[in-house]
């Protein structure tokens, strides 16, 4: 049980060493001698030494001087100190100074000798078991941590996600609540879409932040918009290329909810779409003459509302989805505009 360990023994008496070679020659354990304190350290740097028992008087550098540096540099390693009566004195002051696992008076009997230095790997196997038991319960314990973390993660996001649905509920389903009962038939076409739209947006609710590069993101949009509305116009121009982070699938739903809400407008005077670049990616959704030929028709009313109601249900959104919404009526055009925060 102990062929994969070492003991370094270190006395400058050459005979010492010789005895302790012969008596021990049948031991599992692997044994190295040095014959002073500055050939033991040379050892330990180039061999892995479980055990060191030294003797205290040494020229040069004593036993307690050996055992304080390796008591330093090797903290793992398991000291015995191998000594006659007369040393008992220096045994006492270095039991004091270093961890002394024991004591070895000589002359020792063999078999006394083999009995203290098993117990010595003994301990040392114990501390390299509860090392290794300790590392372990390290790593489950950050694992444990971890698990946690992402329970933590995934908990916070529902709570968001919940909230999120909220907001769209409560958006969806506000709409039309100032509106006298005999009005309504006026406003019946959005009524109807604002319940393609709950869909739409009810099934896209999710927290999750993507990074696309600005030329990826134009790409994907382009796509997007012409499989909505094959006739759009698309301003093709490739804009300033940067990593934008944003609520990927919300914006499409976001899309998808304008197409549908607009559907009159676009079909009837033209959807173009423009990329623009100026402290971040945005782009918009322009009809034009749309607003002015709602102006001039009783329609004015329900354009305007559709207006409301599209901003208002985005700004709600904004602090949750990062996607940041304008929809204003500049020179009888209908223009919508997003932009998301670059990275």
Request: hydrophobic share 40%; proline share 2%.
């Amino acid at each position: 049980m102990y062929e994969k360990y070492s003991i370094l023994f270190v006395d400058d008496e050459i005979n010492i060493l010789s005895s302790l070679r012969r008596g021990l020659l049948e031991e599992e354990y692997t044994c190295h001698f040095a014959d002073s304190a500055k050939h033991a350290l040379e050892l330990l740097e180039q061999r892995k030494i479980d055990v060191i028992v030294t003797d205290m008087r040494m020229p040069e550098m004593n036993g307690l001087e050996l055992l304080k540096q390796v008591e330093a540099i090797y903290p793992s390693i398991v000291k015995l100190v191998l000594s006659g009566y007369a040393q008992i004195s220096q045994i006492l002051v270095t039991i004091n100074q270093v961890s002394i696992f024991n004591f070895i008076l000589k002359p020792w009997s063999i078999d006394e000798l083999i009995l203290i230095l098993h117990k010595a790997l003994d301990y040392y196997i114990l501390q390299e078991e509860n090392a290794s038991y300790k590392a372990l319960l390290e790593t489950k314990n950050q694992s444990y941590q971890n698990i946690l973390k992402r329970m933590d993660d995934v908990i916070d996001n529902a709570k968001k996600s919940a909230e999120l649905l909220r907001i769209i509920s409560d958006q969806i389903l506000y709409f039309g609540r100032d509106i006298q009962p005999e009005e309504r038939y006026k406003f019946y076409g959005i009524f109807v879409k604002k319940y393609d739209i709950y869909e739409v947006l009810s099934k896209a609710v999710t927290l999750e932040q993507k990074a696309l590069s600005s030329s990826t993101l134009q790409l994907q949009l382009t796509e997007q918009v012409q499989q909505l509305y094959p006739d759009a116009i698309v301003d093709s121009k490739p804009v300033f290329e940067s990593t934008v982070i944003l609520n990927k699938q919300m914006l499409d739903a976001f899309l998808s909810s304008i197409c549908i809400l607009f559907t009159e407008e676009f079909t009837e005077h033209g959807l173009y779409l423009s990329f623009g670049y100026g402290s971040r990616f945005q782009f918009s959704i322009i009809s034009h003459n749309a607003a002015e030929a709602a102006n001039r028709t009783s329609r004015k009313v329900i354009f305007d509302a559709k207006m409301a109601f599209i901003r208002s249900l985005v700004e709600k959104l904004r602090d949750l989805c990062h996607i940041t919404l304008q929809i204003i009526n500049k020179d009888g055009n209908l223009v919508i505009g997003f932009s998301f925060e670059d990275q």
